[in-house]
């Protein structure tokens, strides 16, 4: 039995609402943090306007696609039985074979498979762009969606049995579709829309960069373009062609559905075949994906520099030999068959042969392709999987590999080149160095502060040390122990009369890890306004030690020494005096993982304050 509108209604109410408030909350809690950064507000803003007008743009330009391509196929389709004989006759010419039962089912049932892999993919993309992945306490960007491909597709039907949410949603989808077409397929289409989107509402980014674009002033070999437009300008182009490529493909296979029903086809066994207006909108219809699939197999020739089949990364022999002309040949023949299919669609019939009833004459036949749209598929199938599979393996085993080094010997060497351009090698400044055997007091003397400060500690012995001797409590650490050079002031001698001198030191941060924190005192209060920070820190020289074979620390403890003026122990009066201390804490550092809020009301857990 039919599901009634309102059951439509009340689900679209309810998940209405709760995106809304979803949204409405995320808005909400940015607004006040931009709010408080003083003249960076304006930023937020126009982020917002950008995401908004963005995400408007995309969801009112996909609903208005597919709702306009329903209502013209729901205008076109045939009617009920009983309201055959009502309708104008030129609606109800089958002008292609019919279609018997076991054909009907085969294509209506993979019409609705290929729906819900459509609205699956998308879906997910959504879902997961809703709740975006957060590592170390900063949200991961979202990457471009992939495009659907038979390889993509069959990993989604693999993992439809093990996935219950998916599984459901399937089922669920094709219920609603099953039950009532049309209201379903028009409810799909707004959920859709919107699913679209808030993707590029995620992506604004790349809308910006796009139009902001900067030159590197560094060009590829391969198409000759500036490296900028392959970060700034193809991932906008990637973006455009996954929307185009989804919405094309689920407008496409609605309207072929609603077609295949129509008349309770199934209900009667057979369908009679299309009519000639059914058939010039699919066709229509099929030149615009052909367009797209132009326009991806386009953008695909970009996408060799990232190949990962030679041996090197990037376009080696086969991909730019082969897959490039490839691709070129493919978007060439998919912009010819999009011309075909909007010619037949122009042509299949002229108005004054509609408006009459009578079959196209001769004249006009002849202006047509003769092939019909399923060879045009066919064919491009074929040579797609010809071209872009089996001829770069072929070309790779047989030609490539048995002499690859003299293939590919021009890719290593611009592979190489680029590599050490990227890492600015190519401006290391390459001189021989002749070390001599010879070392006389003179040399000691002129290289007094070189030998002073030969390091004689390893970061690990160290790091041991300050976590016995310096940790003070569970919750701090010693994550590790870098070396630096510190002026310190000296008494001069007759020998050195500077009254400072360079010293090669080891500093040791004393973090807070918060996951030492014992678990009953793990709550949201206490991680984000009391323990809030590390304190101080452990300064030692790298080639000295004292008595006990510890190190001999400049900095150390936490403020043992009272009304010393600092809040770490300090070993001597020189140290104070070259090393400003005052209040150490450590807000952030490389152990913190998270976000705290501070000054507050509330007082912070610290050492410093015993």
């Known amino acids: 039995m039919p599901l009634p509108k309102w059951n439509y209604a009340i689900a679209l109410i309810v998940i209405g609402v709760w995106l809304l408030f979803d949204l409405a909350a995320y808005l909400v809690t940015e607004g006040l ?25 995309v969801a009112i330009a996909s609903v208005s696609f597919l709702l306009a391509n329903l209502h013209r196929a729901t205008k076109l389709k045939y009617p009920p039985p009983t309201e055959l004989y009502d309708r104008p006759k030129i609606l109800c010419e089958a002008a292609s074979a019919p279609i018997g039962m076991r054909s009907l089912l085969l294509s209506v049932a993979g019409c609705y ?28 960007a979202p990457s471009i969606p992939e495009h659907l491909t038979p390889k993509l597709i069959w990993q989604i039907l693999q993992a439809l049995p093990f996935d219950r949410f998916r599984l459901v949603g399937a089922i669920a989808l094709v219920a609603s579709l099953c039950c009532r077409t049309r209201l379903g397929l028009q409810v799909l289409s707004v959920l859709f829309s919107i699913s679209f989107g808030y993707i590029f509402y995620c992506h604004w980014d790349k809308l910006l960069l796009f139009f902001q674009h900067t030159p590197f002033g ?79 197999n386009w953008l695909e020739r970009y996408e060799l520099l990232n190949s990962a089949e030679g041996i090197i990364y990037g376009a080696s022999y086969t991909p730019a030999q082969v897959e490039l002309p490839a691709r070129t040949l493919l978007c060439v023949v998919a912009l010819l068959l999009a011309a075909v299919l909007f010619w037949q669609a122009a042509f299949r019939k002229d108005r004054k042969e509609q408006r009459s009833g009578k079959l196209p004459t001769s004249k006009t036949i002849k202006l047509l392709p003769i092939l019909p749209v399923k060879f045009y598929v066919a064919g491009y199938i074929g040579l797609t999987f010809v071209s872009t599979f089996l001829l770069p393996i072929l070309v790779q085993r047989i030609v490539v ?14 592979s190489i080149a680029f590599t050490r351009k990227g890492f600015n090698l190519d401006e290391v400044d390459a001189q021989t ?11 000691i003397q002129e290289n007094y502060l070189t030998i002073r400060n030969i390091r004689v500690w390893d970061s690990r012995p160290l790091l041991a040390t ?15 122990a870098d070396i630096d050079r510190y002026t310190i002031k000296r008494e001069p001698t007759p020998n050195i009369p500077s009254e400072t001198e360079t010293v090669q030191v080891m500093v040791s941060a004393r973090e807070l890890d918060y996951s030492n924190v014992r678990a009953e005192a793990k709550t949201w209060f206490n991680e984000h306004l009391i323990y809030t920070h590390g304190y101080g820190f452990t300064m030692s020289p790298v080639n000295t030690a004292d008595a006990g074979g510890f190190p ?6 936490i403020g043992t020494e009272i009304g010393s003026g600092t809040t770490l122990g300090i070993s001597d009066a020189r140290i104070r005096a070259s090393i400003p201390i005052g209040y150490p804490r450590i807000y952030y550092g490389e152990l913190t993982d998270t976000y705290v809020l501070a000054p507050s009301r509330i007082r912070e857990f610290g050492l410093s304050q015993w």
Do not use: M
């Open 466 to 480: 300050n976590r016995q001797l310096q940790q003070i409590r569970s919750y701090y650490k010693f994550n590790d």
């Open 552 to 557: 001999e620390y400049f900095v150390k403890d």
């Open 433 to 443: 160095f002749d070390p001599e055997g010879r070392l006389t007091y003179a040399d």
């Open 33 to 57: 943090w931009f709010s408080q950064a003083g003249d960076i507000f304006q930023v937020f803003w126009l982020q917002l306007l950008v995401r908004s007008g963005l995400a408007l743009l």
């Open 218 to 296: 560094t060009t590829d070999p391969v198409f000759a373009k500036d490296v900028g437009f392959y970060i700034f300008q193809v991932p906008f182009w990637r973006l455009l062609e996954f929307w185009l490529s989804g919405l094309i493909a689920f407008g496409a296979i609605a309207v072929l559905l609603t077609y295949l029903l129509s008349g309770h086809s199934l209900s009667r066994g057979n369908f009679p075949g299309f009519s000639i207006p059914q058939q010039r909108h699919l066709l229509f219809l099929g030149g615009i994906t052909f367009l797209e699939v132009a326009l991806r």
């Open 401 to 414: 590999q048995p002499n690859e080094l003299v293939w590919e010997r021009p890719y290593i060497k611009r």
């Open 113 to 140: 498979l290929l729906l819900c892999i459509i609205v699956l993919h998308v879906s997910q993309v959504a879902v997961e762009y809703w709740q975006p992945v957060v590592e170390n306490g900063y949200t991961i």
